[in-house]
């Protein structure tokens, strides 16, 4: 069998890096014909800013038919994985190494929700923009010099994605591209702070169930602690220095709680 190059994988591999993902009725089905090959992002602004954004991006309007893009990027950093085939998002213009007047067959367009006018961006969709690129170029095989603009690609005169300082974006993609181990997921995050909070609440003034509470139950009065099961036999010290040690490849969605 041929292989057509679809992107059948996008779902799972941004839900890989932590990413909040909503697969849409029918995406991997979805597009106009098979890419070609995959050499990279385009990035792009909805120019609307609302909730409903995605339904032109899914279906089209009047002038150009649906899908026009292969994912759309929520306010508060879900995706919404619209199509697997090409999508209608580019238009014409050039980038080293894309093909010029073309690049629809060959590269995956992102609409993030935005008025347009560059002042509405949330950290929380920044962040994942960055993330959601870093993990299709690393799928992909590219680096970060193939996530573009469509105003820095097209000739049409386009300004998207606007406020966006790509240069920057570029150096935050590539940042995360470089992480050898993957970054904690925003669940695993949550987990561990309700873990935590709920572990160091009933805390009492008790000298021994302090050290019962921080150490584990066994032998405690021989001064030997059998860590805590569900911190994989560590005691809480030992599992709060790998989450810290994790945290710094993660840094910044975590609130520290107040122990
Ligand atoms: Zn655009």
Redesign the pocket.
Known sequence: MSWTGDPIWLADVLRAVGLRVIEHEGWRDRGHGDFRDLRGVLC??TAGGGTEDWRIVQYGRPDLDGPLAQLVLERDGTFRVIAAGVCW?AGRGSWPGWPTDNANYHVIGIEAVSRGDGTDWTPAQLDAYKRGCAAILGRIGRTADDCVA?REYSREG?I?PAGIDMDEFRRDVAAFLERKDAPMSASEVTQLQEFIIKFCGPISSDVKDIREQLCGLDQRDLGQYAGWPQLGGHTLVDALADVIGRLDKFESRFIPPAL
């Open positions: 792009h602004h998002h469509h386009k998207d």
